[in-house]
């Protein structure tokens, strides 16, 4: 089968062209495809842990099969080498990520900090901690951003959301978004961070002073630690 490859930016400049047709077997998945590419291509292989890839204009993942006729989009880091999205332990500067998608072009520049509160469900809460499957949330970030770009005529997008203890007052995730107006910058911001907390795979527990909780399986949880406190203590040493 035959697929297009675009190429963008530094990709484009590394390799002296912006597209090329390439023959692959049947069976060939993007991430399979990315490696030849790469293997191929030495200059690629710096970027490939920051790269990610469009088939016929959506993200896709490694794993996603090729066919025939594809357009396959190499699609590099931005702003000076940084990527838009992010996820991990750091803590996160939101004037880092607002800069992330700085453009002359823009008229409005929207830029959201979720904090943790020191209360919920009526109790003190003390901290949360969050868990991600990373890999694939960033996966969520990107199709957030393509959903965004579908909808709204905006210029960037970042997304930064922390992982493991955030402290009370701390962000625990950051948007920005860029546009030529205003409303249209307001509207993609709303949507993404609502968008987010839909399919996003990543997980809160918020600590308070007399347990925990899994938000979001509370009633599960609840059974759990029923179960817990009803089996007998184990015999002491």
């Not at 838009?84 to 332990?89: A, D, L, R, V």
């Not at 950051?174 to 993609?188: L, Q, T």
């Amino acid at each position: 089968m035959r697929v297009t490859v675009r190429y963008f930016a530094i990709v484009r400049e590394l390799l002296g062209r912006d597209r090329e047709e390439r023959d692959l077997p049947e069976g060939t998945t993007v991430g399979q495809l990315l490696a030849q590419l790469c293997e191929s291509q030495p200059s690629l292989a710096r970027l490939q842990r920051s790269m990610m890839v469009m088939v016929n204009r959506r993200y896709a993942r490694p794993d996603q099969l090729l066919r025939e006729g594809d357009e396959v989009a190499l699609v590099p880091p931005v702003s000076g080498g940084s990527t838009p999205f992010s996820i991990g332990p750091e803590p996160l500067d939101p004037r880092r990520i607002e800069q992330l998608v700085a453009d002359p072009r823009a008229g409005a520049v929207v830029l959201f900090i979720g904090t943790v509160r020191d209360h919920a469900r009526g109790k003190r809460v003390l901290y949360l901690e969050y868990e991600a499957y990373a890999e694939a949330a960033l996966e969520t970030f990107a199709q957030i951003a393509e959903e965004i770009r579908q909808r709204w005529d905006v210029l960037g997008i970042a997304i930064a959301h922390r992982t493991g203890r955030v402290d009370i007052g701390e962000a625990s995730v950051v948007i920005a978004v860029s546009s030529a107006h205003r409303a249209e910058a307001f509207e993609a911001c709303r949507y993404a961070i609502e968008r987010l907390k839909q399919v996003a795979p990543i997980w809160k527990k918020e600590v308070y002073e007399d347990g925990e909780i899994w938000i979001g399986s509370e009633a599960l949880y609840q059974e759990l630690f029923a179960r817990r406190a009803s089996e007998p203590s184990p015999p002491a040493e």
